[in-house]
């Protein structure tokens, strides 16, 4: 089983990317669970979202304490939270950050492996706003190899089109940030 | 038969069998986490998916008297709350279940105000435990989709004809997204049937009073009458969970037992925590510890003889209560497991544990230590405590 963290301030997408991430994992007939941390709801408070994903039932309903993956959607919470608590050294940290990855390194205490990319600047380049959960989303299928990434991308579109079918654009410019962060990830 | 696989989380499964069940009327109030069932099948009527008469009433009160009216004129009704709602519909609860009207309600577990609180524990439902409903937990947002679609059987059961409450547990299940497996609309469609109730007050071919006064001279026989009800429905569930089982694969019944038999420590519990417990008796299994759970899963009418029987040959016992009886000896599923077993020559011993009020967090690593303090006999008999508060 694989447990993953997500790390995002509120309005930033945490709690969808954990959803999108789940339902494409379904799509190619894992089991799934995805889930918030329910704390302060309100724009810019951090907060936390899980993913599980087995090739059997997952029958836990408990908190998420060491993930095999974080991913971090704002990196200017490294300096309050540690994004790496729980995760091993075998683990994988995921950064949404435009730093290159020696100073990232510098500023992490983690030994595992660490990956880049500009979420941020990409989904405000393809989406025109600054929503870095399906940049990172595609991020951590591709480094992390869970997912066939062209599944993945065909399911997350086909979500995003029921969810904005009103607004074509969105769902376009998403699709596209996504193959961006897929290309510019790259590990520290 | 095929099954549709979905991700959804308890509320979307929730909101989908009721969506499915396509009842008449449904009467609701939004509140958190109960909200997104109402929100959801709002929707439905928005888009036409339904053929239901949606009330948007003004408060939960409102929101269950619609519901009494509705289905004592004979129409299929459901509502959904949670916490502070179910406590405002409080007193209509005991008039729905005295006037004998099949309503299927949704409730989102969450504990109760005050301190004001929104995450889970059972003390809303476990608050309406005497008000003769049917009170049906749910493990999993797989279970809440499957016992709300068995509700409505249940309810309308002629020998039976009292309202069912399901439950799933605050955030945990209702805001959790999981893999379920969904049923075509028509296979619900036939499970549940036509409902065709009893005597209904628009039926002008045979008139009858609903509601009226009963004083010294027939309340007592009216709540007797119940009683005989809700022992009726312990048939009726096992044989609706039965039927559900054999139609599409998954049976149910009034408890589940998981590695119950040969097991010298066990733990019961409720809800989702339930889950959580059978990873940890695995983990327990594979290093030689006789570890197993009895989940109950119908609460009200209450399995004593099936909960006692289950409990036999445990040495050890621990109740996990998600709710309090303040004041009392333990919380509500110990009081009731310590009685049913009292007639029992055979009995574990047994102590009660009070944990995850207002939503505190259990891991496996609590539960382990249950098992492994059960195991050493460092546990009490005829103990209460209370596990992961700051004392």
């Not at chain 2, 099954?3 to 069998?17: D, F, H």
């Not at chain 2, 004979?74 to 409080?90: D, E, F, K, N, V």
């Not at chain 2, 969450?110 to 608050?127: T, V, Y």
């Not at chain 2, 799933?168 to 409902?195: C, W």
Request: hydrophobic fraction near 45%; include cysteine.
């Amino acid at each position: 089983m694989v447990e993953i963290r997500w790390h995002g301030r509120g309005g930033q997408g945490a709690k969808t990317a954990a959803l999108l991430f789940a339902d494409a994992a379904l799509a190619v007939g894992k089991y799934v669970q995805a889930f918030p941390e329910y704390g302060p709801e309100r724009m810019g408070a951090p907060v936390q979202s899980f993913n599980r994903i087995d090739d059997k039932p997952i029958l836990m309903h408990c908190p998420v304490k060491s993930p095999s993956v974080v991913v971090v959607l704002d990196p200017t919470l490294m300096a309050s939270i540690n994004v790496t608590a729980g995760l091993g050294k075998e683990g994988t940290l995921i950064i949404n950050t435009g730093l290159d990855a020696a100073e990232i390194k510098k500023s992490v205490k983690f030994d595992g492996k660490i990956f880049t990319v500009d979420a941020s600047r990409i989904s405000e380049e393809t989406i025109g706003r600054k929503i870095p959960n399906t940049p990172m989303l595609a991020a951590l299928v591709k480094v992390t190899g869970m997912l066939d990434f062209d599944s993945m991308l065909e399911d997350t579109q086909k979500k995003l089109a029921k969810k904005f079918a009103h607004r074509p654009e969105v769902i376009e410019g998403n699709i596209q940030s996504m193959k961006r962060a897929a290309q510019e990830v790259k590990s520290a | 038969m095929q099954k549709i696989i979905l991700a959804k989380t308890g509320n979307e499964a929730m909101a989908l069998a009721m969506k499915q069940v396509n009842p008449d009327v449904v009467a609701a109030y939004p509140i958190t986490p109960a909200t997104e069932i109402v929100q959801i099948f709002s929707q439905y009527v928005a888009d036409g998916e339904v053929k239901t008469e949606f009330v948007a009433v003004e408060s939960e009160h409102s929101a269950m008297s619609a519901c009494i009216g509705s289905c004592a004129a004979g129409a299929r009704t459901m509502t959904g709350t949670s916490s502070q709602g179910l406590a405002l519909m409080y007193e209509m609860i005991y008039i729905a279940a005295g006037l004998r009207l099949p309503i299927v309600m949704a409730d989102v577990n969450r504990a109760l105000s005050a301190p004001i609180n929104i995450h889970c524990d059972h003390s809303d439902s476990m608050g309406c435990r005497d008000a003769g409903w049917v009170h049906i937990f749910s493990e999993n947002a797989q279970e809440a989709y499957d016992s709300m679609i068995q509700a409505v059987r249940i309810a309308e059961h002629k020998d039976v004809r009292l309202p069912v409450m399901v439950t799933t547990d605050g955030f945990i299940i209702s805001h959790g997204m999981e893999r379920i497996d969904t049923l075509p609309d028509a296979e619900v469609q036939n499970f549940i049937g036509k409902y065709d109730p009893l005597m209904h007050l628009l039926d002008v071919k045979k008139p009858f009073t609903i509601g009226a006064i009963n004083l010294t001279d027939y309340y007592f026989e009216h709540r007797r009458a119940m009683v005989d009800a809700q022992n009726n429905s312990l048939k009726v569930i096992k044989e609706v969970g039965a039927e559900f089982g054999k139609k599409f694969d998954t049976g149910y019944g009034l408890i589940e037992k998981y590695q119950l038999d040969d097991a010298e420590v066990a733990i019961v519990a409720l809800g989702s925590t339930c889950g959580t417990a059978k990873v940890v008796i695995d983990q327990l299994r594979a290093k030689g510890v006789k570890a197993g759970l009895l989940k109950i899963r119908v609460f009200r009418p209450f399995p004593t003889e099936e909960i006692a029987k289950a409990l036999e040959n445990i040495k050890t016992v621990a109740v996990l209560d998600r709710s309090d009886s303040v004041g009392g000896f333990g919380g509500p599923v110990f009081t009731e497991i310590r009685s049913a077993l009292y007639g029992s020559a055979k009995r574990p011993q047994i102590a009660g544990f009070v944990y995850g009020l207002g939503g505190r967090e259990i891991d496996m690593e609590q539960i382990e230590g249950l098992f492994m303090d059960l195991k050493a006999g460092k546990v009490k008999a005829d103990s209460v405590s209370y596990l992961g508060v700051r004392e």
